[in-house]
Every structure is written in C-alpha cells, then in structure tokens.
C-alpha cells in the first residue's frame, strides 16, 4: 500500500481538477465551502446493531433486523460514544447524532418507554455539547412487548394505542427539550412498524387508528426551532409483508394534511422506484423533507451507504433544486457484518461524497443544453462529467477538514480494532 500522499501532492492535484471545473464554469472552492455546511445526521444505531440499552437483551422486530456477528459492537453507552468519536474522527465536515428512545440511561430497570423524559438523555445532552453536535431523536416503536402483535399506534387494543401515544409525546417532550438546549431543532422522526404478514380483512381500521392516534401525539404545538416532528413510511418489513399501515401515500397525505415532515428513507420503495425521481414531486408541497439515506438489496436490508447512482441521484436533485436548507439528511443502516466504526466513516464519507458531486455539477449548461433541444449534449455532458478528477476535490475537502484523504483512513480503524474492539469479547 502506499503511503498517504503528502499535502503538496494533493494541493496539485486539486489546482488540476480546478481548472479542469473552472472551464466547465463550477468553482470548486464555492462547493467546498457549501459541502462543509451539509450536515448529516448520523445514527446511534449502527454502533451496537440497533439493539438500545434498555436491558431487554433479545427482543427484537418490528420488521428490521440487523446481521451479521462482526466482533467488538458497543455494550454499553460509554462504549457507544467513544466508537463514535473515533468514527466521527475520519468524517470531514460538522454533523448531527440521530438518538432512538431506546437508547436512554436510567438506573432504574423498571423505566418503560411510556416513562421516559429529558433526564435520560442528559448524559448524551453532555457529551454531544463536547462533541460540538446537535442531536436528533426517534421515538422506538418496536423490539418491546407491546410490539408483538405487530401494532403499535395502529392496534386494535385500546390500551396498547395509550401505551405507544405516551411514548410518542414523550419523545416530543425530549426532542423539544434538545433542541431547546443545542439551539438547533431536534428533528424527531416517527417510524412505525404497524402492519401484517398476510392480507388484512381491514386495512382502513388500522389506518384510521394510526391517525387518530398520530393527532392525539401531535396535538401539542412546540416551536419550529426546538423541535421538528417526521414521519416515514414503508413499504413492507419482516412480518409486515402483505400490509404496513404507514405506507408512503398514507404519510404522504398525513404530512401535506398536517404540516409535519415527510420522511423518505431510499430503502423504503419498490425497487425500481427512485427516491431521488420523487423529491421535485413533494417539495413544492412539503416545507421541508427528511431523508434517510440508505442501501437496499433486493428487500430493505440497510446496507451501509455507498458512492452509487442512486445516492448520486438523491443529491443531484436536491442540489438542482436548490434545497439543502429544506431537506434534511440522515444515514439509516445498521450492518452488524463488517467493522461497525468502518461503516458509519464508509457511510457518511460516501453520502458526503455524493454531495461534493452534486454541487460540482455544471446544472446551468446541462438545462441550457435542454432548453436549446439538444439533448446529446446534455447526455454526453453527464456523462463526460462521471469522469472528471473529482477525487482530487474530494482529497481536498478532507485535508481541509483535517481528516485523512482517499482510503488513508482505514489504518485507524484497524488499530482501533485491534486495541479497543477485539478486546471486547
Ligand atoms: C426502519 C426505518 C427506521 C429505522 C430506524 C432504526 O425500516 O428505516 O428509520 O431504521 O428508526
Ligand atoms: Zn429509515
């Protein structure tokens, strides 16, 4: 292996690609400087395999699972946030932590989620102020016993809707506290598993349940800039194949009809469908958007985020659209199979990488191109595009950020392997 080139090599490099961009008209210094203001909110959950720290080893579902036995995951909060650190050590740029209900400290073992307030999370409240990071919360409405039937918010029992309602204004509560304490809204994002494996007699029930229930959380007002609230859909989930209430045309009515965020997480649609392809589509409806970037195979399967066209594609549309203040951006995926510190720095190096390629993009002569009817250019421009020294830009952005270049990150993630992960047997 080489060893990491030295700053003067990637100053050189980088003078190449910017004149190579600067006579497409693109000043890459202008996209580094607007590349350092994504953000991008990066899930708890990948660090310990979703499973949360409320003791209840074992209870797991609502339709996701995560695989894979890969030595070393976080047992513990304080192991949690040091793998975190070290990751986030190899991320350019400033981001956000996404917080699950279940990730809560408490010394008392009888804590349920119907219990939960501010005071759990005020140890995470005190390490994201050192970290410099604003947090973003979930509410958790699965791997408990109130989520066996498969129905939470939209089940047919009275009490088990009460238990899942408290929790949900709960979570507001505790979003709304963060928010008001990091000076930044915490967006809190609503995933509800609710649905069956086979066909269900009564699919309008369990959707007029869900949103009576969804009012019943929403219906007290917090200010814009402490909390946001989001609800994301789904297509189908383990157990939840034939049927899942909060399907994407259910949330996308529910958000427009109410005023909250839309979610849409790339892993969530049928897959031909593209994600990127719907975000012209709601915008001009929706004030703002959450995203969940992630990597589907064949099913939801939450792989780690990569470099692909369809990452690509998701941030070629919000660039041309002009909304990086508008869509908000989060990393969904929980791969227990490899390194889970790599995974996060694979994740969101490459969601930030897919950003740099968007603004990179000369939009002004692919739509002038368009608009004179000549769409071989405009092909041919995209194409040629694929290929220009955009890694030079992308070195650059990680020297400026004062994280290692290219693939030179990876020797720390092994040492750390080595010394903290494989002694965690
Ligand atoms: C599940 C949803 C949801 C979860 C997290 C853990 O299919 O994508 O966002 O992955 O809440
Ligand atoms: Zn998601």
Redesign the pocket.
Known sequence: MFSAPTEQYLEQAYHRARDEYADLGIDTGEALQRLARVAVSI?C?QGDD?AGFEGQEGITG???LATGEYPGKARNPDELRRDFEMAYSLIPGKHRFNL?AMYRESDNPALDRDGIGPEHFSRWMDWAREMDLALDF?P?FFSHPLAKSGYTLASRDEKVRAFWIEHGKRSRQIAAHLGAHQGSASIN?F?V?DGSKDEPADRLAHRELLIQSLDEIFSLAYPREQTLDAV?S?LF?IGSEAFVAGSHDFYLAYAISRGVML?M?A??YHPTESVAEKISAVLPFCQDLLL?L?RPIRW?S?HVVIFDDATRDIFREVQRARSFDRVHLAV?F?DASINRIAAWVIGVRSALKAALFALLEPTDLLVAAEESGDTATRLALQQELLTLPFGAVWDKFCLDQGVPPGRFWLAQVKEYEQQVLRKRQ
């Open positions: 899930n959950w979703v609502g339709g996701i699950h979930n958790t994002n995933w598993p994301e789904k989930g979610t997480d892993g969530h969940h992630s939801d939450d969904d929980f």
